[in-house]
Every structure is written in C-alpha cells, then in structure tokens.
C-alpha cells in the first residue's frame, strides 16, 4: 500500500531554498571589473578617540572619473603600501556603491572605501 508522504514535497521545497539561495549568493558575489589607471598612492592619518591611525589612499581614474579609494590600517611601518601596484600602471579595479575593489598582480582584491570622486581634467 503506497500511502501518500510529505516527504517528497518537503524534499521538493528544501532543494529549491537551496538551489535559489545559491543563485543569489553567486550574483552577489560579482563583481564587475574595468580597467583604470592608478593615478596615486598616499596616505591618510585619520584621528578616533585620541588614537590616530594612517591608511593609504589609492587614486584610480576610469573613463572621466577619479575615484579616492581609503584602504585598510596600515602597520607603523607598511613597506609597500601599494601591495604590488605600481603607480601609471593599469589596475583592474570594481565600483560597488561606496566601495572600490582593486585587483593586486597577485590576484589578491583590496577592498576600500570610497571618499571621494571628481571628473578627471582632460589634457590638451
């Protein structure tokens, strides 16, 4: 005697959460990368209850738009702060709302926050 089962509709619906769960954790995830210019590497010094901490600042332009991008605390003593990057060169980077993402050579991603944007001067 076959008796009908809820399992095969609970079966059912748990592969579908999983399946649309994983489908919008892979669109999340994407970035779009284009390619800029690293116009400048500097830093920052930024004061938080009395405690005062540097950042490097990286200077990408794509298309018409510099974007100043606040990267991680450095240590006191960094060595490089541009992490392989080397200034002129072309670096892949992604704009997502507020923040930009740099690809290293390495293929590693620096993530920073984005503090300001300008329209690049156009030359002559």
Not at 10 to 38: D, N, P, Y
Not at 79 to 100: E, K, S, T, W
């Amino acid at each position: 005697m076959n008796k009908p089962s809820l399992v095969t509709p609970l079966r059912i619906f748990m592969v579908s959460c999983l399946l649309l769960g994983a489908v919008c954790w892979c669109r999340g995830a994407h970035k779009e990368f284009q390619t800029g210019t690293l116009l400048d590497i500097g830093s920052d010094e930024k004061v938080k209850k009395g405690n005062s901490s540097e950042y490097a600042i990286y200077q990408v332009q794509i298309g018409d738009l510099v974007y100043f991008g606040r990267g991680e605390k450095q240590e006191k003593h960094p060595g490089d702060a541009g992490r392989g990057l080397i200034v002129g060169d072309p670096v892949q980077a992604a704009i997502d709302g507020n923040d930009m993402i740099l690809q290293r050579p390495d293929g590693k991603e620096i993530k920073t926050k984005i503090i300001k944007r300008q329209r690049a001067v156009p030359k002559p």
